[in-house]
């Protein structure tokens, strides 16, 4: 069985735990009613459709 030659420091430690906790963007879809961003599977907060159909009644401020 494979054992460690070397401790690996606190500090060492601590940044091979933090590298998987990095941000991420989510990912976007555009919007083929109005071109804008949004998230895969929901409706657009700008305009209101989904899959082509207007299924929230979104404000014009």
Do not use: F, W
């Not at 460690?4 to 990095?22: T, W």
């Amino acid at each position: 069985m494979a054992v460690p030659k070397h401790r690996r420091s606190k500090s060492k430690k601590r940044m091979h735990r933090r590298i998987n906790m990095k941000m991420t963007l989510p990912g976007m879809t555009k919007c083929p009613e109005c071109g804008m961003l949004t998230p895969p599977h929901r409706a657009c907060i700008h305009c209101g459709n989904y899959k082509g159909s207007l299924v929230v009644q979104v404000g014009k401020d």
